[in-house]
């Protein structure tokens, strides 16, 4: 891997779509970002990480995912050890759910023995398979790890999108319900891709096949906010980027981010982020 300014090129190796590291350095890593998603558990001794505004203290055995494009430092300590993997999403991005997971996952997702034992259980125990197999010198290694990897992501996927869904569409039928969430996935995912162009609702309503007024209801129902809150959210993610890896000007920034005022782009980034983009381009560059 390699930074350039606040961006993490990962560079995978042997073509897989996932790299294991054994990290046992005692070294800090400042404000960065980077397009693969992240796994660390610490194995001997805590790791502390700073994303979104707050600081979290991990422990032995927890694990802590950093969904891509979150920009986030690490601290380590003297001595100890874990396990980080980087995972190129185009690895999953075939799946229907996986834009549904990765919404579920922002801006991280913290998982402890103690508040999800018997997902915690399944997940650790999956990790360290996968890292054996990574680093053995057995036949068809990768092949294994990559499958493992796979099974990780089932299973999380499962614990959560049931968790999320089933307080989803709670007085739609069972047999409505699946519809709905895939139509929700697919949302989810043109937001996702497409906010810098400013959807509107009618837009979004339309790819549907609700009424305004109704995908209104069931989009709030689905994420826990406003469809307009949601694509403001992601073209802000979308402006962090720009300001942390660009040297282009502000008003350039919130132009292609969708933004037709800079007043408005100023005060809904203050909002956010707690401060002006000015004061976070200064503070995530190099």
């Given amino acids: ?14 073509n897989l779509y996932f790299r294991i590291m054994k990290n046992t350095v005692s070294v800090d890593y400042p404000s960065h970002w980077h397009t693969a998603l992240e796994l660390i558990m610490p194995v001997e001794n805590t790791y502390t990480a700073q994303v979104a505004g707050q600081t979290i ?6 694990i802590f995912l950093i969904a891509s494009g979150e920009l986030h430092s690490l601290t380590a300590p003297a001595n100890g050890s874990r396990i980080i993997l980087q995972i190129d999403c185009s690895m999953l991005a075939g799946f229907e ?3 549904a997971l990765l919404y ?8 402890t023995a103690q508040r999800m034992p018997d997902l915690h259980q399944k997940l ?6 996968i890292t054996e197999e990574y680093f053995s010198p057995a036949l068809l290694r990768e092949a294994s790890a990559y499958s493992s990897l796979l099974r990780f992501f089932i299973i999380l996927g499962r614990e959560l999108l049931y968790q999320k869904d089933s307080n989803s569409f709670s007085e739609i039928s069972s047999k409505k319900r699946q519809e709905y969430m895939e139509k929700f996935y697919d949302i989810i995912a043109y937001i996702n891709d497409h906010c810098a162009e400013n959807p509107d ?10 009424s ?12 826990g906010m406003s469809w307009y809150s949601y694509l403001t959210r992601q073209k802000i993610i979308y402006v962090e980027r ?27 980034f203050k909002a956010e982020k707690h401060c002006t983009p000015s004061q976070y381009k200064n503070k995530y560059r190099f």
């Avoid at 891997?1 to 042997?14: A, G, H, P, Q, R």
């Avoid at 203290?57 to 927890?62: H, Y």
């Avoid at 282009?248 to 037709?260: Q, V, Y």
Wanted: contains cysteine.
């Fill in 1 to 14: 891997m390699y930074l350039n300014s606040t961006e993490e090129n990962v560079v995978y190796k042997n």
């Fill in 57 to 62: 203290c991990l422990s032995p055995g927890d």
């Fill in 97 to 99: 759910e996986f834009p």
């Fill in 104 to 111: 579920h996952l922002k801006p991280y997702l913290w998982i």
């Fill in 124 to 129: 650790s125990s999956l990790l360290y398979s």
């Fill in 201 to 210: 609702v009618e837009e979004l309503a339309a790819i549907t096949g609700f």
């Fill in 212 to 223: 305004v007024s109704h995908f209104s209801r069931l989009f709030r129902q689905f994420t």
């Fill in 242 to 268: 720009l300001l942390a890896s660009t040297s282009l000007p502000i008003t350039e920034i919130a132009m292609k981010a969708g933004f037709n005022s800079l007043a408005t782009f100023n005060r809904i």
